[in-house]
């Protein structure tokens, strides 16, 4: 029962303005509690109907907070706001069960990962390998979870760094041949609690914005046999894969109005009382 408790987003207490969407975030990574509270506890989530009385919420019911969802034209001059739960995964016993109960269209595997002052590929590639093993032990490649949307918040603890180094850039392209397509984005730095804040905004936005739609992510049917050692798992289109542009920008290339050519259906707002 009190895992339940914690799963639902009915956990959050309304507020006067209407909330129209709801988001999950299963959070991967060493680096996810540090960025995943930051966030929940900036200014920009606090400014947002609501959001300052669920800080002193967090112990009890888990990381929650407010966003708006952008990118939908009709909404341009007051964007609706979503509720975001939290939902931190580090190989728990509880880990399978919590993603089981989480529904695929709503729901968004984030991988929370840091680069330290070098931009170490070393760091990171053990950051990746802890991931994978979470992604492993919570069945996130089997069945229905295969088919969550992924999303990778890189941040870094340095301000000099602003693009990942080659070897980095690898690491990467090798994790999404094994574990699906991720959607990235412009590095952050993990002391600007804001830009961590948007950046889970901007996830959710995209997430919303594709509506009901469970996305390929690209990975492999199981038993569909090996491939040489030398050869990619799979190969990830290079019109798919999100490139960063520069400071500030999105990096997909595709638009959040948009999917596969066409027009993206859009969540319907929650009636009153809905969960």
Same mark, same amino acid.
């Given at each position: ?131 994978? *093993? ?5 069945? %996130?490649? +089997?069945?229905?979870? /295969?088919?969550? !949307? =992924?999303?990778? @918040? ?34 952050? *730095? ?5 830009? %961590?804040? +948007?950046?889970?905004? /901007?996830?959710? !936005? =995209?997430?919303? @914005? ?34 960063? *542009? ?30």
């Amino acid at each position: 029962e009190s895992l339940e408790q914690g799963i639902f987003l009915s956990g959050l207490p309304e507020v006067e303005s209407d909330i129209a969407y709801r988001c999950n975030m299963i959070v991967i990574g060493s680096a996810a509690l540090g960025i995943v509270r930051a966030a929940c506890e900036s200014h920009s989530a606090r400014s947002l109907p609501g959001g300052a009385a669920l800080v002193n919420q967090q112990q009890t019911q888990g990381f929650r907070c407010l966003c708006r969802v952008e990118g939908n034209k009709e909404d341009a001059l007051d964007p609706p706001l979503a509720k975001l739960a939290f939902h931190l995964l580090e190989s728990g016993t509880n880990d399978a069960q919590i993603a089981g109960q989480l529904e695929v269209a709503s729901t968004v595997i984030v991988y929370a990962l840091a680069l330290d002052e070098r931009c170490d590929a070393g760091y990171l590639e053990m950051q990746l390998w802890e991931v994978a *093993k979470v992604i492993e032990h919570a069945g %996130l490649l +089997t069945g229905a979870r /295969r088919k969550m !949307s =992924r999303a990778a @918040l890189i941040c870094t603890e340095s301000e000099s760094i602003s693009e990942l180094s080659g070897a980095c850039s690898s690491l990467l392209e090798d994790f999404e041949k094994k574990n699906g397509r991720m959607w990235t984005f412009d590095l952050v *730095k993990l002391s600007d609690a804001d830009a %961590l804040h +948007t950046t889970f905004q /901007r996830i959710a !936005s =995209r997430r919303t @914005l594709l509506g009901c739609t469970e996305e390929d992510c690209g990975m492999p049917e199981h038993g569909s046999g090996h491939t040489e050692a030398d050869a990619p798992a799979f190969m990830v289109p290079l019109d798919i894969i999100p490139r960063r *542009k520069g400071p500030g920008s999105t990096t997909s290339k595709s638009s959040l109005a948009t999917t596969n050519g066409g027009p993206v259906p859009i969540f319907e707002a929650e009636d009153e009382g809905s969960e």
